[in-house]
């Protein structure tokens, strides 16, 4: 059955969205930047590198433990452009409102942004606000875009695994995720969940003050750890094997996963980084982003292997072999 | 997280697979029931530890999987019914039917709500009075209580707008009917849990002793299914075919007096129809006389024309064991998960999504 209308599916970050992407969006723009399938986009002006990005938000609830609508849209074009190895500098901020929401959500959310860009140490420089009739959006979505500078010897990209790189991630995974998807429903578990938004420029800046050994940095949003680290097989052509004790899940996230019948892997983090790093720097990198609160739970969960290019394998906790593909709609909860 | 760590612990696992291994002297197919235990077969990589001896087959144990074509066709006329909400579980809404899918309908317009719990769908009814909200009653016994109990304050708060389409299905029936059928050679029935709580282990016992088929009733982590496959095969060993239970911390062999209670007082069994396995006598629920009136059938005329599965769909063949994914000869060259042909590649416990997505 093939689709001839747009599907919630489609936005899910995994695999419909990439479809989407390859088969409507490049055919209609395509060039060399977006082709890379990066974060954002890496351009010289004038002999400076350049970090150029944007993403929408259009999170429900606009408010969740652990932050909102408004430090969410910060932190990600924040992280969208570190994960370049890029220095975010200026943001903008396009707001699009619904009749009717009240003044202090508003309040709030601009407040939480002011706070969030003034931990990031990013300047909005530049906004826009619309106002639409009530039902034409859902409360408030906002649009970010970014700015930001490279060193000229830093050359990040999903395109640039090695086989024998080291894969880090930093911290535990599906925190967002499974704090969005409670809260929406309206389900309750004893231990409370909070989501994990948070800037991760200075950690990367950390990062690479440290080693220039990094050859990929990727936020794993959308789709989770699982579909990023397909996008960073396929991107660069290598396999991925990663062990599935090492990867670190809160006990109430997992929790709360098991009783959903949701894979972790496939849920989106909002504060974490995936880096492919030489094996050289990985103890080195490790030990640096111990030192900062947003890695301080860091590790080593695999490796980038040249067998099997574009595929993601895992060692199972029990020492079973599987197969990580990419998420496939949006996880659901099962009926069982 | 002490309660899962003893049951994903590899030194235990690992003394189990030793086990299995020296007990493994001859070729044994063993089929899981539950679609829970298909995907915990496949993300634990069981499959890639047993002895190449041992073949796991998975059988009609997802609930989204089993509903029959008619009964989706059903949903989406429902879906097109004007001032209509239709709340649902969430994997029903990807399943293709003849022509549409929820899904399709929602992207069309239609008041498609994907909910937790039929509770929720009742609080949608309430604060919509204005509206028709009907449930769309899919699942095993495992969901069957709460729809029953959600039934049953509808009746009693006197809410005039809330209704369900009754389209349960009940486990023990089908295994029966895929044993009478003859065509499915196997050796044991690893059974399933969420059911067996509420049903117990002794809806078991007409499988085992009619058919000689051991059954061990199961939990879901790793350990469990390994040791669970371990005493059904030192039961093959020893020629037994016995109801056992793995899963003594949630089930026992009489099952939830209060929830079978419940069922018995809401629902009647009737015949159902089943993807791949046709009707099966007795193995669906329909409201009893006493609730009838919620039956959305007694208000809309659903009947939808005779439909057919898409020619080469492998699906039900898959439910019944006789064939697997790679059989199939749509699996992934058509038949994808964001492009799913039949329902077993649609749900996350699809048989067909899990070889997609475990299986290299």
Known sequence: MKHDRILLDHGSGGRASHELIASLFLPQFDNEFLREMNDSA????????????????????????????????????V??????????????????????????????IAGSMKNAAAEAGVVIATGDTKVVPKGATDKVFI????????????????????????????????????????????????APLKSDSAPLNTLVAEML??????????DPTRGGLGTSLNEIAGQSRVGIRVHEETIPVRPEVQAACELLGIDPLYLANEGK????????DAEKLIDIMHKNPYGRDACIIGEVISDHPGKVFMKTIIGGNRIVDMLTGEPLPRIC | ?????????????????????????????????????????????????????????SGPGCPVCVTATEEIDKFIKLGQQKDTIVATFGDLVRVPGSSSSLQKERADGADIR???????????????????????????????????????ETKKEGIGNFYIIPAHKIIPPAMEALLA??????????????????????????????????????????????????????????????????????????????ALALLSEVFETCDAPWRGLGTIPDSGLRLRDNYRALDIETKFDLTVPRTQDHPGCSCGDILRGVKTPLDCVLYRKVCTPSNPYGPCMVSTEGTCAAYYKYHD
Do not use: W
């Open chain 2, 114 to 152: 994907v909910v937790y719990s039929t509770f929720d769908a009742l609080d949608i009814a309430r604060r919509n009075p204005s509206r028709t909200v009907v449930f769309l009653a899919v699942g095993f016994e495992t969901t069957a209580p709460t729809i029953a109990a959600a039934v049953k």
């Open chain 1, 209 to 218: 003050a440290a080693s220039r050994k990094i050859n990929v940095l990727r």
């Open chain 2, 181 to 258: 059928g003859g065509e499915l050679a196997i050796d044991g029935f690893i059974c399933p849990g969420h059911v067996s709580v509420i049903i117990g282990a002794d809806a078991y016992r007409p499988v085992a002793d009619k058919y000689h088929i051991p059954c061990v009733v199961a939990g879901f982590e790793p350990v469990d299914i390994l040791q669970t496959i371990y005493m059904l095969l030192s039961q093959i060993e020893e020629g037994k075919a016995i109801v056992e239970i793995q899963y003594r911390r949630a089930v026992n062999f009489t099952g939830n007096e209060k």
């Open chain 1, 79 to 108: 992280n969208d452009l570190a994960m370049r190895g890029a220095r975010p500098l200026y943001l903008s901020v396009g707001f699009i409102i619904e009749e009717g929401l009240p003044m202090a959500d508003l309040k709030a």
């Open chain 1, 42 to 77: 890496v351009m010289t002006i004038g002999g400076t590198k350049l970090a150029f990005s944007t993403d929408s938000y259009v999170v429900d609830p606009i408010f969740f433990p652990g932050g909102d609508i408004g430090s969410l849209a910060i932190h990600g074009t």
């Open chain 2, 1 to 57: 997280m002490k309660h899962l760590d003893e049951y994903r612990d590899p030194h235990l696992a690992g003394k189990l697979i030793d086990k299995i291994k020296a007990l493994s002297h001859r070729p044994v197919r063993l089929m899981e029931v539950c679609g829970t235990h298909t995907v915990s077969i496949f993300r634990s990589g069981i499959r890639s530890l047993l002895p190449p001896s041992i073949t796991l087959l």
């Open chain 1, 273 to 280: 980084l995936i880096a492919c790093a030489a094996a050289q």
């Open chain 1, 143 to 190: 649009n970010t875009a970014g700015i930001g500078i490279i060193d000229p010897d830093v050359n990040i990209s999903g395109q640039n695994a090695r086989p024998g790189d080291k894969i880090i991630l930093s911290g535990t995974i599906a925190d967002h995720g499974i704090t969005i998807l409670t809260c929406r429903e309206g389900l309750r578990f004893d």
